[in-house]
């Protein structure tokens, strides 16, 4: 074969690997107008400074807890890598990703998830396991994630899931196939909009109050990490009124706490104390905290592990205070057009008019 005959086919397949990636990338969904919470996880990999603390967890982390209060407060860098039902594997994995890319001083684990003991759905599966980068870290979340008829190939390969998305492409496919708006901030997804709880659902009665084994071993194995990587553990119970916190979990948290010699926070039960106020500091009527409430939980927090670690204000370092005063501003800007759009929804509402979503 001549030189000429040999370049040619190695430029065909370099052709063909570009065009696969682009269509893949393209038939991804792009998570950014509609179920945003599928951006959370990558948009880690932007930062361009390391963290204090950072938290892993479901949807109790990422909508109860502003990291920009915490630097506002105490000069205090975090970020939150949580995600939409976040299975206590799917924490591990990525704080042992985490880790090889940083060294927190404080890691927090939301441990709702200890409820569940399976994988649960393929859809929040996709939420938190897409934004990975490719890593070892990022296989073994998948492995352990997986329904019974899910693929490891889907997942490493997302073109085999979503190949059947292209009568579903809009604009916005095409407009963020290479980069995509920032949607939250260091992880906190930001809402201002306020309901109040009205009712509290009743809770189910559970065949059994004891958490499964699997979710014990990875709570083991996540205090064996932070132990090896010189990072302090802290376990919390975001104030979220429901999904329901069982006086049995608590108390099998609370001696695993003690026996571990690891600081547990029940925030659900310290609400008063916070300053939560369940009129005025949720969106979806106690479920999500809105971003008052949020700001409260961070203060309260973030006093806390600064008496108890000793983290350092660095409000006072140029080049951080930089990066996180550009943080402050994207975030006060995004406050001030979600109430401005409040207003006009309810301006357009009072007139009997619906707004319309484009």
Not at 55 to 64: K, L, P, R, S
Not at 172 to 182: A, L, M, Q, T, V
Not at 281 to 303: F, M, P, Q, R, W
Not at 314 to 337: A, G, I, T
């Amino acid at each position: 074969m001549n030189k000429k005959k040999f370049g040619l086919r190695v430029a065909a397949v370099c052709f063909l690997f570009i065009a696969i990636w682009l269509l893949q990338r393209l038939l991804m969904p792009k998570y950014v107008s509609a179920i945003v919470e599928g951006s959370l996880i990558e948009e880690y990999y932007r930062e361009e400074t390391s963290h204090d603390v950072i938290f892993v967890g479901d949807c109790e982390v990422y909508e109860n807890i502003s990291p920009i209060a915490l630097w506002d407060n105490y000069g205090i860098t975090s970020f939150i890598r949580g995600g939409a039902q976040q299975l206590i594997w799917q924490s591990y994995y990525l704080l042992e990703e985490t880790f090889k890319y940083e060294k927190p001083e404080v890691a927090v684990f939301n441990i709702l998830a200890m409820q569940y003991d399976e994988p649960q759905s393929e859809a929040y599966n996709r939420l938190n396991l897409d934004g990975m980068r490719m890593s070892k870290e990022k296989i073994k979340s998948i492995n352990a994630s997986m329904m019974e008829d899910e693929h490891l190939a889907e997942y490493l390969f997302p073109l085999l899931r979503y190949h059947s998305r292209w009568n579903e492409l809009s604009w916005e496919d095409f407009k963020y196939i290479f980069n995509k708006d920032k949607i939250s901030h260091n992880g906190y997804y930001m809402r201002v909009d306020i309901q109040p709880v009205k009712t509290i659902p009743k809770p189910k009665k559970l065949p059994s109050y004891e958490f499964g084994e699997k979710a014990w071993e990875y709570l083991n194995r996540m205090v064996e990490l932070c132990k090896e990587n010189d990072v302090q553990l802290v376990l919390i119970k975001a104030p979220s009124i429901y999904p329901h916190w069982y006086d049995e979990w608590d108390a099998q948290i609370k001696e695993y706490s003690e026996e571990h010699d690891l600081l547990y926070i029940n925030l659900l039960q310290k609400a008063d104390e916070v300053g939560i106020d369940y009129n005025t500091d949720t969106y979806n009527g106690g479920l999500h905290l809105n971003i008052s409430g949020a700001e409260k939980v961070a203060v309260y927090l973030g006093n806390i592990l600064k008496e108890t670690y000793g983290l350092k204000d660095h409000r006072d370092e140029p080049e951080l205070s930089s990066v996180w005063q550009e943080k402050s501003r994207f975030y006060n800007e995004m406050r001030e057009k979600q109430l401005r759009e409040l207003e006009e929804y309810g301006y357009l509402k009072s007139l009997g008019v619906e707004k319309r979503e484009d």
